[in-house]
């Protein structure tokens, strides 16, 4: 199993204004991803963290406004800039060892933009 | 992509066994089957998940039809709480591992 820490695990912000959010994961991981859940919505992938190059993009989400930073095995960045309400969300990082496996995920960033 | 189709919701009676069906009739032959759910305000949590073959551990059962185009988790003692929503997934293999794209899921309540 692993233990994934988010941080913050809640936000509530200025619209206009960019939040990061974290994920780390207690040991090396082969893959990260990153989730959006609307309020009463299912889990919405946004990207595939790729360590040491671009991440990879859902169709609907753009680098410039996610950026997405992944520097090492154990931990990436979120970034949610230029926010408006409509971001208001919980963010969720998780995490995949390999093929036939399980995935893990974190507990979650629950954001509010007013 | 393989999509999964569940019923938006169901109800079991506290102690008997809970089926939930999914539907995966495009499954492809190396794409997994999984299972997680999601209780209120907690991230997801992993419950089963298999290829072929019907599959049990300590929180489940995952039967498989031949065809693999559906398959049924069963909580085989529901208790109050598993009461959560759960979510049938067909993973897609990106650089040797599974990304899983979720569907809307089944609210499943168990009552007393």
């Known amino acids: 199993s692993a233990v994934i820490s988010q941080k913050p695990s809640r936000d509530i912000c200025q619209r206009g204004t960019s939040l990061t959010i974290q994920c780390q994961v207690d040991?090396?991981?082969?893959?990260m991803f990153w989730y959006r859940q609307q309020p009463g919505q299912s889990l919405t992938l946004i990207a595939t963290a790729n360590q040491g190059s671009e991440a990879t993009y859902e169709s609907g989400f753009v680098i410039d406004k996610f950026p997405i930073s992944r520097p090492n095995l154990t931990f990436s960045t979120l970034t949610v800039s230029n926010m408006s309400p409509e971001d208001s969300s919980i963010y969720l990082c998780s995490v995949v060892w390999g093929l036939g496996t399980e995935a893990f995920f974190g507990q979650g960033t629950r954001l509010t933009v007013v | 992509d393989a999509k999964t189709t569940q019923p938006p919701s169901m109800d079991c009676a506290e102690g008997r066994a809970a089926n939930l069906p999914c539907n995966h009739s495009?499954?492809?032959?190396?794409?997994?089957v999984y299972w997680y759910r999601q209780i209120h305000s907690q991230g997801p949590q992993y419950i089963i998940h298999?290829?072929?073959n019907n599959e049990t551990n300590e929180m489940a059962s995952l039967i498989i039809t031949e065809d693999r185009k559906s398959s049924t988790l069963i909580l085989p003692h529901a208790t109050l709480r598993d009461t959560a929503v759960y979510y049938c997934?067909?993973?897609?293999?990106?650089?040797?591992?599974?990304?899983?794209?979720f569907g809307q899921g089944t609210r499943l309540t168990i009552n007393p």
């Open positions: 040991s090396q991981v082969t893959m």
């Open positions: 997934i067909v993973s897609l293999r990106i650089q040797g591992a599974q990304k899983l794209v």
């Open positions: 298999g290829l072929k």
């Open positions: 495009t499954i492809s032959g190396n794409e997994y």
